[in-house]
């Protein structure tokens, strides 16, 4: 009877240690699909789409979220907004997808927004959509908590950059920006700021995209003899704006969105044409760990992570990720959105942009506590209406890449933008 | 005023000769190919490997020739990507065109162009990556002409604008001196009494399309030579190209080289009036304008 | 399961709505010749001003007049209507492929100054604050979208009623006489440019519609959605399906925009990991080759214009 029982209870744990084993591994082989809606045949979008699969990597290098592989599911938006919203639609419908990252352009993440995520209750989380029509949706309630953007308000940019005129003390400028919701508002702001600075706007003209020449602009833009020259302009036209402005003979003092921060427009421009050229972009932190995130970033891609909206996609992603580890496993999209504050909490421990940064951050998540995400653009804070307001710095192209100039606090920009009005 | 002036024109060659490559291909065979831009595109991209290929292997080459910013490696590259272009627009035609026009009517091969369009750009993207080059990254300053008003000329502009106007001549002569060129024009304007007389038709349809890629491929390299070398350079370029065509009239080379010269100067006069953002739309109130007021074009005759 | 026939309602309804537009496009091309080059800026005008005379407040812009749905979506295609009539009266005269071009250039022209002019439409940022007709009732699910796609088929099925009547009737068989035969036609009393006006403003009016309920669905519109790439999305819709006839329209809407989606989510499904990056390039390169193989097996499309009998001959006894 004995030897029975003795037979019993080690069959009984090899069987139990065997189910408990297959569970482990069952955890592991588990997937959770997050989807992407990107225009991956855009030039500028491409690196954004492999930002945010490099952060999926990293994930999952760490464990996975909540025991779960992560899969992301890419759909191009070919920044057409029909195309956009059925992919997002297949995403949340057939794939099942509870987190979307997307859209790039204002214009095709605003439908998305109302037909698809907000009626799924799906998190969506942007890297660059820029137009204010989001706050206002927020400030009405329309956007249920659901809406995130890791975009840095263009009010801010527009501050420093009027900053950087008046302390180089330019006395006129020139305008040239690029003709989309995110130009047109910066253009909007920058004018106003200039303006509260005693600062003459000589001229402000639209950058169409695709136009075969830009000769036409910029003759225009010269002939008010600005001080100096500020580009809301992606790589792509900037690069042409710029070399046209220079080859016949526009001042090389210019000050750069950070859009141009851009190791293709140093390049294709010259680095000896950019000494007087300042930029303006939000803050990475000023933490050792930072430069963590920039090794990991070269070692893979091989330059470093300059170029519109790449921090931001980087950010969108990671923050995106965490949030869903806090909720745990199959949450849905709405209490996945609740937890983006308990991963952005000021007053958490803070964690860094990368792997061990989240295997950290799931350690403290699972013991109750908050985290302080130190992202690529820096600590990332949301507002209320999904909208991020960042530190700032000033910076200008040097051999590898860019030198900061110039850093001022969140406080130094709050206090800046109210001395303006 | 006067710079604008200049800068259309200047602007405008490069679009004048991809007009004229258009307006030969509209004329004879009959159809609106939007696709014909594409292959400024492929003359643009193949000058790109053939300038590496040749900066690689002779060094003497690399050397800018005068006031330019063309490379002699860059110069002879032009010709190999004629050549490429050429045969590119030829295969284009057999496998698709002469199909489609065996078959459908005009409308398919305007849309069967459309088609091509999109499938040529997006290789083109897939092959070479959709970033930004340039043939050379220096950057020429502009001459001045003038100090009051202001006058400024860029030297690779006036080098366009030149190697231009030499062409369109030697094409008009072509066409109106030899017999090569009557025959061109003899099937043009009926293809089976040009048939009747002797003609092979079917060279000439070869012919054509040499013709119009190698002028294409001259405008796309002069296009990434002035502003810069992408995958869209097919997209950005083909209504200015079309209205170029369209105002000169069809069928007509010097209407081709002033059509160009009109839509690149109303683009640069049209900043003076209208808010730049309105820049796309100039070409085509230009071809509306026109065409009110000669329903053919600038030089077109009707058509039979 | 689910998912399923919530995606599926979802692509339903999108279908549907380009198909009206390409209805209004058969009646320009397939019934009357007529190359509309600007198929989007009529779209546009109808989705622009059904949001404009439907939406509520916005500063600095025209607009916010919260007019009763059914009268914005009205007022929408008497937009599209008017610009129709003003471009036809300056375009219609030119040769098909010249006004190919002039209908493109009003089309850019419109999105320009969709784009810029700010008062207006919002400019780049687009037109919001629209709240979908009977969204408070409803609420924003799937509901709502079944019975969106109900009213949608309903107005797809009449507009198709229409214009089979009009095919049919007195003035369809002058339409067919005048695209085949101007003179003899205008020997018999017709008068072309008026006839052929009258077919461009309808065919603009349903586009309109189309563009209305367009905007009413994603309850926004921007510069971003009319660009070129719809007029030819559209003509590549009646194309594929039979220029000439209105089943034809109908099937193409749904095959295209079918093909546009499914090669999207195939790619994304079945294309390799390395190769994700590179879907976007690589579908438009099989939209263009489905383009291209379909003009060289079938381009007349793949239910061509059956030629409608009015009368049979009687014999005289």
Redesign the interface.
């Known amino acids: 009877m004995k030897r029975c029982n003795r037979m019993m209870v080690s069959t009984l744990s090899v069987a139990m240690g065997l189910a408990l084993s297959a569970g482990a591994a069952a955890a592991q082989d588990c997937t959770t699909k997050i989807g992407a809606v990107l225009?991956?045949?855009?030039?500028w979008?491409?690196p954004i789409?492999?930002t945010a699969?490099f952060v999926v990597d990293q994930v999952n290098e760490a464990g996975g979220v909540a025991g779960c592989n992560v899969e992301m599911?890419?759909?191009?938006s070919?920044?057409?907004?029909?195309?956009g919203?059925?992919?997002a639609?297949?995403l949340?419908?057939?794939d099942?997808v509870q987190v979307l990252l997307g859209a790039v352009?204002?214009?095709?993440s605003?439908?998305i927004l109302?037909?698809v995520t907000?009626?799924g209750n799906v998190l969506q989380m942007s890297c660059c959509s820029s137009?204010?029509?989001f706050t206002?949706?927020a400030e009405e309630g329309k956007t249920k908590g659901l809406f995130f953007r890791t975009f840095a308000t263009t009010g801010v940019q527009a501050a420093v950059g009027a900053k950087v005129a008046k302390d180089q003390g330019y006395k006129s400028v020139a305008i040239l920006y690029k003709?989309?919701?995110w130009?047109?508002?910066l253009q909007n702001l920058i004018a106003k700021d200039f303006e509260a600075l005693g600062i003459t706007v000589t001229s402000a003209?639209?950058?169409?995209d695709?136009?075969?020449?830009y000769?036409?602009?910029v003759?225009?833009a010269l002939s008010g003899n600005p001080d100096a020259l500020y580009l809301g302009l992606y790589?792509?036209e900037g690069?042409?704006a710029v070399?046209e402005w220079?080859?016949?003979?526009g001042t090389q003092n210019m000050i750069m969105a950070n859009s141009l921060k851009s190791d293709?427009f140093r390049?294709?421009?010259?680095l000896q044409?950019l000494g007087k050229a300042f930029g303006t972009d939000t803050a990475s932190p000023r933490v050792a760990s930072a430069d963590s995130f920039v090794a990991a970033y070269e070692a893979k891609f091989g330059g470093a992570p300059n170029g519109p909206g790449l921090a931001n996609s980087y950010d969108a992603t990671m923050i995106a990720l965490l949030a869903m580890e806090a909720a745990g496993k199959d949450a849905t999209g709405d209490q996945i959105a609740a937890q983006v504050a308990r991963v952005t909490d000021p007053a958490g421990t803070p964690v860094t942009a990368d792997a061990a940064g989240f295997a950290a951050a799931r350690d403290v998540l699972a013991g109750g506590g908050n985290v302080m995400y130190q992202g690529a653009t820096g600590n990332v804070r949301f507002d209320v209406n999904g909208d991020v307001s960042a530190p700032a710095v000033v910076w200008k192209f040097a051999e590898e890449s860019v030198e900061e100039v110039e850093y001022m606090s969140l406080t130094d920009v709050d206090d800046f933008i109210a001395s303006l009005k | 005023m006067i710079q604008h002036l200049l800068d259309g024109i200047l602007v405008g060659a490069v679009l004048s000769l991809g007009a004229a490559g258009l307006t030969m291909v509209m004329h004879m065979l009959r159809f609106a190919n939007f696709s014909h831009a594409e292959l400024l595109s492929i003359g643009a991209y193949s000058a790109l490997v053939f300038d590496a290929l040749f900066k690689g292997i002779s060094p003497v080459l690399a050397a800018q020739i005068g006031l330019l910013s063309m490379t002699g490696a860059l110069a002879l590259s032009m010709v190999f990507s004629m050549v490429i272009t050429g045969i590119s627009a030829v295969i284009f035609d057999k496998l698709i065109f002469r199909r489609v026009r065996e078959k459908g009517e005009e409308l398919s091969m305007v849309f069967a162009s459309f088609g091509l369009a999109l499938i040529i750009r997006n290789a083109i993207g897939l092959i070479f990556g959709l970033q930004t080059k340039l043939y050379s990254q220096d950057i020429v300053f502009a001459t001045v002409l003038s100090r009051d008003p202001l006058v400024l000329v860029k030297p690779d502009q006036l080098a366009t604008l030149g190697i231009t106007l030499a062409i369109i001549l030697l094409l008009h002569l072509i066409l109106s001196r030899t017999i090569f060129g009557y025959a061109l024009r003899a099937v043009a304007e009926n293809p089976s009494l040009a048939q009747v007389n002797g003609i092979n038709l079917q060279r000439m349809i070869v012919v054509v399309w040499v013709l119009g890629g190698g002028l294409a491929a001259l405008a796309g390299v002069f296009y990434g030579l002035n502003n810069q070398i992408t995958p869209v350079i097919g997209r950005d370029l083909v209504l200015p190209i079309f209205a170029a065509t369209i105002v000169g009239g069809i069928g007509s080379i010097y209407g081709a080289l002033l059509g160009g010269f009109v839509v690149g100067t109303a683009a640069n006069l049209a900043v003076m009036v209208l808010p730049s953002g309105y820049s796309p739309s100039m070409p085509f109130l230009i071809i509306i304008a026109v065409l009110l007021i000669r329903p053919n074009g600038l030089f077109g005759e009707e058509r039979t | 399961m689910i998912g399923l026939v919530s995606y599926l309602v979802f692509f339903a309804i999108v279908a549907s709505i380009l198909a009206i537009a390409v209805l209004g496009l058969n009646l320009q091309w397939g019934n009357t010749g007529l190359f509309n080059g600007g198929v989007v800026a009529f779209f546009g005008a109808g989705a622009y001003g059904t949001l404009i005379l439907g939406g509520g407040p916005q500063d600095g812009q025209l607009g916010g007049f919260g007019l009763f749905y059914p009268l914005a979506l009205l007022g929408g295609m008497a937009t599209a209507g008017l610009l129709a009539w003003g471009v036809g009266i300056l375009t219609l005269r030119l040769r098909h492929d010249y006004l190919a071009i002039s209908t493109f250039g009003i089309a850019v022209a419109f999105e320009n100054l969709m784009r810029n002019a700010q008062w207006l439409g919002g400019g780049a940022q687009g037109l919001r604050g629209f709240n979908r007709p009977l969204r408070a009732a409803l609420g924003d699910g799937f509901l709502y979208n079944i019975l969106f796609l109900l009213c949608v088929l309903v107005l797809l099925v009449l507009t198709y009623r229409f214009l089979e009547t009009l095919v049919a009737s007195p003035f369809g068989r002058q339409l067919r006489a005048i695209r085949e035969d101007e003179t003899a036609a205008r020997s018999l009393g017709k008068t072309p440019a008026r006839i052929r006006l009258t077919a461009f403003v309808t065919g603009s009016v349903i586009m309109g519609l189309a563009g209305g309920l367009y905007g009413t669905f994603y309850a926004f519109v921007s510069p971003q959605d009319i660009l070129p790439t719809l007029t030819f999305q559209i003509w590549a819709m009646l194309i594929v399906g039979g220029a000439g006839n209105n089943k034809g329209a109908v099937l193409g809407a749904f095959l295209i925009w079918g093909a546009w989606t499914a090669s999207g989510w195939a790619l994304s499904r079945f294309a390799p990991i390395e190769a994700q990056l590179y879907t976007g390039s690589i579908q438009y390169i099989l939209i263009g080759l489905v383009i291209v193989g379909m003009l060289l097996w079938r381009p007349q499309g793949l239910l061509p214009e059956r030629l409608v009998v009015s009368q049979l001959g009687r014999t005289k006894t």
């Open positions: 225009p991956t045949s855009v030039d979008g491409r789409a492999e699969q599911v890419l759909r191009d070919q920044v057409d907004p029909k195309v919203v059925d992919a639609k297949a949340v419908d057939l099942g352009s204002s214009g095709v605003m439908p109302t037909s907000v009626p137009s204010t029509a206002k949706l003709n989309d919701d130009g047109q508002d003209t639209a950058i169409n695709g136009q075969p020449s000769r036409a602009e003759t225009s790589p792509n690069t042409a070399r220079l080859s016949l003979g293709e390049d294709n421009v010259g044409y």
